[in-house]
């Protein structure tokens, strides 16, 4: 069995740190926030300032992937958030009446939650296990390396560097992490750091050489706030959809647990209006004027937040492997540190689950070799990057609507158009919920002969059809947002 040595408590490691001890491994997790989460959500969620994950506080879908990795490999985690407060929605409720269910329709749930209800769930099954020391207020500082000349692991100061590094052909064995309170060896050292946690810079300062990074640019800007429905009110309207996009705007309203939801505005970022989004005044006439945010907020629901404004979120996937092979064996990255998306697909969560259960699934396998670095990054490139990669392409779809306002136009009818046939047909719904919960690639459930004959008789039935009609006018969306 391995001795792990998780880098982050964030949802990739305290995931790995507990899929791991279940194992029969033991994992030490190193956080840099002194604050764990705990079983007081409003006061974790709107209470506790998270500098090093600015993305707690925005809503999050937890998709069926991530739900149905939990029910199955974690289901006292599962449990533990419904208990919480967390809801379950069935895509094919979207329907008065859920049509005959089929092999395959059990995983097509969302799981309606703040992100603090995972958090929470994770971090007190991971409490309770004997195999698992977390340190809070321990940032990783830098990482121990085995000495080139065989002997034992050498620590670098990173503001210092490799003190060998005069090759940095050769792949470098990673044996430890450092810390302010000391150094700590492990079999297998898991970067689960996050968007901001800067391996590369640690990896880089052993003598590692780069990691191998694909970035895109996306144009969005998010406007959040949070509500909660009044006391009484237990659901909000099953009616309309929840996600609306229009030419050059779109609203989602994310149902989460115990009568919470936030509705969000998103714009392009160049937009002339984003700022104005910011006021509370604004944002919910500007909320209002598309249906679900309509719907929503008519139900006299009390907000909990003021906006909260993100932008300029990129897609970015680092690889640990480049042509001459591992840049570092003794090293994994799971979550965001191998790939993080931009949240309009919401897949951030799923992914970072997929790894640490790859990891934990693993890490039995000499976990310091160069060939487990080269078997992790082939699994992740084979079951991660094809979702990475249908992210980069909807958020250049979307980014190009919004810049170039080209939403009611002939632009992508046939994409549009099947989502809004999936509101009418049970079968289209199907194939759309399998691509949303990561059941099934796009290339392959919109693919079908028989998805794609029921959309074009939809559309042939519809020539006025006109895509992303929701929401307001440019002229109406300037006088909502003129202040
Ligand atoms: C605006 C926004 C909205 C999103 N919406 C969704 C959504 O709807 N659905 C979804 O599934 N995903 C969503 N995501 C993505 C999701 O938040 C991430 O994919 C997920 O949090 C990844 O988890 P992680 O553990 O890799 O990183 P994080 O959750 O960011 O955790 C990283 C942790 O590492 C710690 N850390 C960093 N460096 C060190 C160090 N040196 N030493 C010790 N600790 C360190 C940090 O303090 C942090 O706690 C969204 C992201 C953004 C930005």
Known sequence: MA????????????????????????????????????????????????????????????????????????????????????????????????????????????????????????????????????????????????????????????????????????????????????????????????????????????????????????????????????????????????????????????????????????????????????????????ARSFPPGEAWLALGAEPLSGVLATASLDNRWSALVDERGPVVSGLVPVGDSITHTNPTLGQGTSLALWAARRVARTAHRDPASERYAVEHHTWAVRTLKPWFDFQVVADAAIGERFATRAGRTGTAREVAALFDCALEDPEVMRARARVRHLAQPPEQAYADPEIRARVARWLAARPEYAPNAVGPDREEWEKLTAG
């Open 3 to 286: 001795h792990l040595l998780v880098i982050g408590g964030g949802i990739g490691g305290l995931a790995t740190a507990l899929l791991a001890t279940r194992r029969g491994h033991t994992a030490e997790l190193f956080e840099r926030d002194t604050r764990a989460p705990g079983t007081a959500l409003d006061r974790d969620f709107f209470g506790w300032r998270r500098p090093t994950v600015p993305q707690a506080s925005q809503p999050h879908a937890l998709l069926g992937a991530a739900r149905n990795l939990l029910r199955d490999e974690l289901p006292d985690v599962h449990q533990e958030m419904l208990r919480l407060g967390a809801r379950e929605r069935h895509e094919l409720d979207w329907f008065e009446v859920r049509p005959p269910a089929r092999p395959g329709d059990e995983d097509l749930v969302m799981l309606q939650a703040r992100r603090i209800v995972l958090e929470s769930a994770l971090a007190t099954a991971l409490r309770a296990e004997a195999g698992a020391v977390v340190r809070h207020g321990e940032p990783v500082t830098g990482l121990t390396t085995a000495s080139r000349a065989g002997g034992g692991p050498a620590a670098v100061d990173p503001a210092e560097g490799d003190p060998a590094g005069d090759d940095p052909v050769a792949g470098i064995r990673v044996t430890g992490v450092t810390t302010g309170a000391g150094r700590y060896e492990g079999d297998l050292v898991v970067d689960a750091g996050g968007r901001r946690g800067g391996i590369e810079r640690r990896l880089g300062a052993v003598g590692c050489r780069p990691p191998v990074v694909e970035r895109h640019r996306t144009g969005l800007a998010y406007f959040c706030r949070w509500y909660r429905l009044p006391a009484g009110t237990d659901e909000g309207p099953r009616r309309p959809w929840a996600v609306t996009g229009g030419a050059f705007a779109g609203c989602a309203v994310f149902p989460a647990d115990n009568r919470v939801f936030a509705v969000t505005l998103f714009v392009h970022t160049a937009d002339t209006t984003r700022s104005a989004l910011r006021d509370p005044a604004v944002f919910e006439r500007a």
